[in-house]
């Protein structure tokens, strides 16, 4: 009995020795401190963990490219097109039907433009004769239209992320691949030290159709031209499997 007393006089020494201590105002105000800043400095911990796992698993799902959405109807070329360029906030668009190998499109401006691509070769109207004379590709970044490269580029690069629309039942994927490996797809020479990257959004359709895909290509081109600030590349589909002809003017 005598310890227990002994002991519990010195507990409640101490605990009057801390109240006595956290009233002095000073001290007070340096045990709140301590205590929120510990508080806080755990609640970031636990953010910064949470986010780091977070970020890691849009790359460990088998979500994307095949499984939200594929590029097969696309391999025929037979679709409605509209490209359009925005190159320092500029924009120029190019719209018309594509058929396998061959094309119809009409160039923005005033008047527009209207070309003919037949398997390999261009042309273009002359409206005042009406003819039409060959010429060439028109379209500058005519190899990101193509869907074999742009499968290509989605699956070397890194998926980063999706986002659901619920009213209109639309996704974006997103998507980063570095400028090098577009060169390399290309065929084009990489540059040493280049870790640009390219941005890249799929938007699908309720049926998982292509309906765009935009690239921001600015770093890509910036390389090229230093006086570029923005070079964003919009591709639109529509009538997929639906175009059954394309007429051929050229004699």
Do not use: C
């Not at 010195?10 to 105002?25: M, R, V, W």
């Not at 619920?166 to 691949?177: G, L, P, R, S, V």
């Not at 230093?226 to 591709?235: A, E, G």
């Amino acid at each position: 009995m005598f310890n227990f007393k002994k002991n519990k006089e010195k507990d409640e020494n101490k605990y009057n020795g801390l109240a006595n201590y956290k009233g002095d105002p000073f001290t007070r105000q340096l045990f709140f401190f301590g205590f929120y800043f510990v508080f806080f400095l755990i609640i970031i911990i636990l953010l910064r963990t949470g986010y780091k796992r977070n970020a890691q698993n849009p790359s460990e799902l088998k979500t994307g490219y095949d499984a939200d959405y594929s590029f097969s109807e696309l391999f025929e070329q037979n679709y409605h097109f509209v490209y359009k360029e925005n190159i320092n906030g500029i924009e120029t668009k190019y719209e018309g039907d594509s058929l396998e190998q061959n094309m119809e499109f009409a160039k923005s401006g005033l008047p527009a433009t209207e070309y003919i691509k037949y398997k390999d070769k261009f042309y273009i109207k002359d409206n005042n004769l009406l003819t039409w004379n060959e010429t060439i590709n028109p379209i500058s970044f005519y190899p990101f239209v193509l869907p074999s490269n742009l499968k290509r580029i989605i699956n070397n690069g890194e998926y980063i992320s999706y986002i659901t629309y619920m009213n209109i039942k639309e996704k974006d994927f997103n998507y980063e691949i570095s400028n090098n490996s577009i060169r390399k797809i290309l065929d084009l020479e990489e540059i040493p030290n280049d870790e640009s990257k390219t941005k890249l959004v799929v938007k699908t359709e309720e049926n998982k159709k292509i309906k765009t895909i935009t690239l921001d290509l600015t770093d890509y081109y910036k390389t090229q031209d230093i006086t570029i600030n923005q070079y964003i590349i919009t591709i639109s589909y529509s009538k997929i499997g639906k175009i059954e002809e394309i007429t051929n003017p050229i004699n």
